[in-house]
Each structure stands twice: as structure tokens, then as C-alpha cells.
């Protein structure tokens, strides 16, 4: 186990050696720095319209870069560092340009470039999983073939420590996805659509075909990964609770250096390797298939997403985020609360273009059947907290909670998400006069022994789909919920049960995989909701109380 441990640690140190080496050798004497622009402009690229561009690059320190596109032109300089950056004037869609970039030793041309609206598409498992592999995957692949719909796929491995400006295609391929599809832009073809998210895809055709300019999407998900990887280290560290996050890791970082530590992470590298070992045999590799991470990925580190595959896009300019992420943060719902405005005020910040649009996804259904008694629920719990988040400005949520797969986390229906988050776009982003959303728990009222429910986003009215109204609980003074007759009355739900006379709160859909069948006419689900504010079950759970136990490596269960 030792020489494991050390020939891995050998390997990194090396290879962190000979980077610094190149580094010092090509800032020597008499060489020149050849001209480069970030990946990100690249040919098949896709401009925000509307709006100032940036353009940068690398180049010798003082070096005089000059871009032109579109009939102007724009000088700057390299800094000490060698970056440079210039700001384009805003660009009206149109034919495709071509942008020629100017330094001292060489140039740089970047072709077919389109003008339209341009979307990050970030979260976990659910925005990563492919057209491919959702409904009809094969058939959805075959008739992709729109090159006014542009991919770009982000790339790059976790760094828990270091921002990095840019990307490496190479060291992200592990993931068996193909780095050739990574960290270029590439127009929609049946071969570049079955291996990009299907989420981002299915919201860019909706979207392309309501405002008939060119779509560019960036895609930028890693499954299983919490939230706080995508936060940045200016954020964690604005607020005593955040900075939680950061104390957890340095001493976790720090305790992987002790020899207790490095016991403990020996035996992580040899559960792994057997694993891995019987994976294998049947085609499979384990962090992938399984759940199960292996330690040196460090996917969940705080921070880590966010320096190696959030920092190198900015500040390129975009229309706004559709973000599908919760899911390996449900144990710990009611930080979450906390943490996923941070996230959204934090990329605001980063890209500062002001408060941007932020979609998201609340988590679809999943797991199992409802129980035979209302319990509390952790999935219930971070639906929650999504909700929440839409009391900040230019947000918007695509409920999905109909559109489960009780068997499969990565509910194969990935068409009617993308649409449901396009219909938030039109409506909430371009001005659309549209409903796109489902019924959201606005009010109640104690009626004796009913409960009035009043809502917003009723559109057209209240329905219920399929028979009558389910999922629907309530609980009187001794918080022990039943199982509910719930009626339409109007734009209103009246709740009761003969087993409570004196009904104080009521919940929908409080469950992992509930059954929901609540919409408006304009057949847009109801968001699940509870009108109580009681203490749930990830109450004092999540960093505070990780750090009031030891500090040790674990390897995680595989799901």
C-alpha cells in the first residue's frame, strides 16, 4: 500500500516539475510566446449579440495585440503575464464572420462565426446525460442537423487549489465521453448531439425555434458533484457560515498529509482498486457507473469545479445560466438553502454582467413508490430550497416532478425539461407574454376542518390530471400528517381528512418520487410545497456539523 501511495505521489510531483520547468524555460532569454486566444474562440464559435464582447488570449508581455471582426478593430496589450484582453463593440446577428487577431510574430483567424444568444449550461448527472441516452436518443441524434445551433464542451479535471485560466481537453477524457468532443465549438450534427447534454440541446432547439437566431450553448456539468465545487473561494469566504465549507476542506486537505491520513487514504486506493478490479469485468468502470469517485478526482472538493471549469470561461459573454444540479446535496437541504443563492450571486459576480438570467431544474421524481404515512423527506427538503431561490432577481424554475423515472435518477425524458426551461426563457428573459409555469403554493386559510390552498400561476386554471387530485397531506397541532382528499375549487384546493377535525398545515408531493398530478390548463405541473415551517430532517446537518467530528478519509458507499 505504501508504494502505491507514493508512486501516485511521485508521479503528480513530477509532472508538477516539469510544468514549472517548461514554464521558467519559455520565459528565458530570447523566446517569444506565440500568439493564442482561449479555447473558447475557436471556428463554429457563437458570439451573445447585443452586448460588449470580450476576446482574449496569451501572448510575450508588452506584446501588441490587435482583433478586428466586423469592421472594427481593437488594440491591447499583454500584461505581465502575458494576457491580454480586448472588448468588442456589440454585434447584431447576421451572416457569419470571420475574426482576425494580430500580434508582433504571427496572427490568428477564427472562422465562421455567428452571432445570437449564448447559455452556460452547469449542474451534476442530469444536465451532463446525453441525447443519446435520453428518449428516443437514437432517433433524436439521427435528425440533428442545425448549424445555427452551436456546442461548446467545457473540459478540464478538478483543481480543489488553483484557478486555471485554461482548459485541458486531454485531462478531462477519462471520463470516456471523447476529448475530441471537448473545448471546441462544434455545430449541431447528428454526431456532435448524441454525446452533448440532452437537457441543454432539448432547450436550445425549443428556443431556436421561437426566436429563429443562432443558439450557443456551453456545457459545463460533472455528475455527482455537491455544490459547493462549483463555488468560487471569494464567495465561501464572504460569509461566516460559507467559510464553514473552507475550514472542512483545509483540514481535510491537511489531515490527507498526516500518517494517520495517508493510512487512511491507502486503504481508500485499495478498496478502489478492487473494485475497480471487479467493475472491469463487466465493461464498466466503477466512479462512473457506480457512484463511487475515486479519491484523486476530488470532484466534490469545494472550489474545484469552479477553478478548473468556471474561472476559464470568464468573462466570456452570454445571455445567461440553465443550471440542473441538487441531487448530491440532498442530505444536506437546509444548507443548501443557503449555499444555492451564493452559487447564483457568486457566478453574477464572476462573469459581472449584472444579474444575468438563472434557469434551473427542480429534481425530477425518483425512487421508490410513496410510503404508506407521509414521512419526512430529504428530496422534499431540497425542492424546497430550489424553490426558495426564486425570490432573486431574473430567476426561474422548471418544475419536473410528473416527468420522473422511479427506477432511474436520470429520468430518460429529457425533451420536456429543455422545453419547459425554454418556455422560462422566452417568458422571463426575452418578454414573451406566456405561462411557463405550473401552479406555485402561494396562500392558505384554516376553513374548520378543511384548508384552502390559493395559488399563483394558475394560467388558465386548476386541473387535475388523470383522476383526482394525489399527493396531497395534512397534519394537525401534532405534526403527524395523513393522507388527504384534495378538491379543485375554482383557482383554489381545499384539503381535509376525517382523521384530522383540526387541520393546521398541509403538503404536496413531499416525497422522493410523489405522486403529482396538480397542473394548470396550460398542463405545467405544480411545484411541490408545505405551509408548515416545522424543523425537517437535514436541520443541523452539512458542514458545521462534519467539523464537530474527527477529520478522516472514508470511502464512500457505492449507490
Not at 500584461?79 to 480586448?86: H, I
Request: glycine fraction near 8%; charge should be neutral.
Amino acid at each position: 500500500m505504501t508504494c502505491m501511495y507514493f508512486h501516485r505521489s511521485h508521479w503528480r510531483l513530477r509532472n508538477a516539475v516539469l510544468s514549472l520547468l517548461a514554464a521558467l524555460f519559455c520565459c528565458a532569454g530570447n523566446a517569444h510566446a506565440e500568439l493564442k486566444l482561449a479555447q473558447l474562440f475557436s471556428d463554429h464559435m457563437v458570439m451573445q449579440r447585443d452586448i460588449p464582447v470580450p476576446v482574449w488570449g496569451w501572448a510575450d508581455p508588452g506584446e501588441e495585440i490587435t482583433v478586428a471582426i466586423d469592421g472594427q478593430s481593437k488594440t491591447a496589450k499583454a500584461n505581465e503575464a502575458g494576457k491580454w484582453m480586448v472588448r468588442l463593440d456589440p454585434m447584431k446577428v447576421g451572416e457569419p464572420r470571420s475574426m482576425k487577431v494580430s500580434g508582433k510574430s504571427n496572427s490568428l483567424e477564427v472562422n465562421d462565426i455567428l452571432l445570437g444568444e449564448v447559455w452556460v449550461c452547469g449542474g451534476q448527472s442530469n444536465m451532463e446525460w446525453t441525447v443519446g441516452n435520453s428518449k428516443d436518443g437514437a432517433k433524436e441524434s439521427a435528425d440533428a442537423n442545425n448549424p445555427q445551433i452551436r456546442f461548446f464542451q467545457a473540459g478540464n479535471g478538478p483543481s480543489p487549489t488553483q484557478l486555471m485560466e485554461k482548459m485541458d481537453p486531454k485531462e478531462y477524457s477519462a471520463t470516456g465521453n471523447g476529448a475530441e468532443i471537448y473545448c471546441m465549438w462544434k455545430p449541431c450534427t447528428p454526431e456532435s448531439t448524441k454525446t452533448f447534454s440532452a437537457v441543454a440541446y432539448y432547450f436550445a432547439r425549443s428556443l431556436h425555434q421561437d426566436l429563429k437566431v443562432p443558439i450557443g450553448l456551453i456545457s459545463n456539468s460533472v455528475g455527482a458533484t455537491p455544490i459547493e465545487t462549483w463555488m468560487s473561494r471569494d464567495i465561501l469566504s464572504s460569509d461566516p457560515e460559507l467559510k464553514l465549507v473552507l475550514e472542512y476542506w483545509g483540514k481535510l486537505d491537511a489531515h490527507a498529509e498526516t500518517p494517520e491520513g495517508k493510512e487512511q487514504l491507502q486503504k481508500v486506493y485499495a478498496t478502489f482498486d478492487e473494485r475497480e478490479a471487479a467493475a472491469r469485468k463487466t465493461g464498466k468502470h466503477i466512479w462512473r457507473e457506480g457512484g463511487y469517485r475515486h479519491p484523486l478526482k476530488r470532484n466534490e472538493h469545494a472550489t474545484a469545479m469552479f477553478n478548473a471549469r468556471v474561472y476559464p470561461l470568464l468573462p466570456y459573454a452570454i445571455r445567461g445560466v440553465i443550471w440542473y444540479q441538487g441531487e448530491a446535496n440532498t442530505s444536506v437541504a437546509q444548507e443548501y438553502r443557503k449555499m444555492f443563492p451564493a452559487l447564483i450571486q457568486d457566478w453574477r459576480n464572476q462573469w459581472g454582467q449584472g444579474d444575468i438570467p438563472f434557469l434551473f431544474v427542480q429534481l425530477a421524481g425518483w425512487g421508490g413508490t410513496p410510503p404508506a404515512s407521509p414521512v419526512d423527506n430529504t428530496w422534499a427538503e431540497l425542492r424546497e430550497a430550489q424553490a426558495l431561490a426564486l425570490k432573486m432577481k431574473n430567476t426561474a424554475m422548471a418544475v419536473t416532478i410528473d416527468i420522473g423515472d422511479p427506477a432511474n435518477m436520470h429520468a430518460p425524458n429529457k425533451q420536456d425539461v429543455g422545453a419547459r426551461l425554454a418556455l422560462a426563457a422566452r417568458a422571463r428573459v426575452y418578454g414573451e407574454d406566456i405561462i411557463f409555469s405550473g401552479p406555485v403554493f402561494k396562500d392558505f386559510k384554516v376553513e374548520g376542518d378543511k384548508i384552502r390552498i390559493s395559488f399563483d400561476s394558475v394560467g388558465g386554471g386548476l386541473l387535475a390530471r388523470e383522476g383526482p387530485l394525489r399527493s396531497f397531506a395534512v397534519a394537525g397541532e401534532d405534526r403527524k400528517f395523513v393522507w388527504a382528499t384534495a378538491e379543485i375549487q375554482g383557482d383554489t384546493v381545499v384539503v381535509f381528512s376525517e382523521q384530522v377535525k383540526q387541520p393546521v398545515a398541509v403538503r404536496y408531493g413531499w416525497h422522493n418520487n410523489p405522486e403529482c398530478n396538480l397542473a394548470n390548463a396550460e398542463l405545467l405541473p405544480a411545484s411541490p410545497f408545505r405551509t408548515d415551517t416545522w424543523p425537517g430532517i437535514t436541520d443541523n446537518k452539512g458542514y458545521k456539523s462534519r467539523l464537530s467530528k474527527p477529520i478522516a478519509i472514508e470511502a464512500p458507499k457505492v449507490r
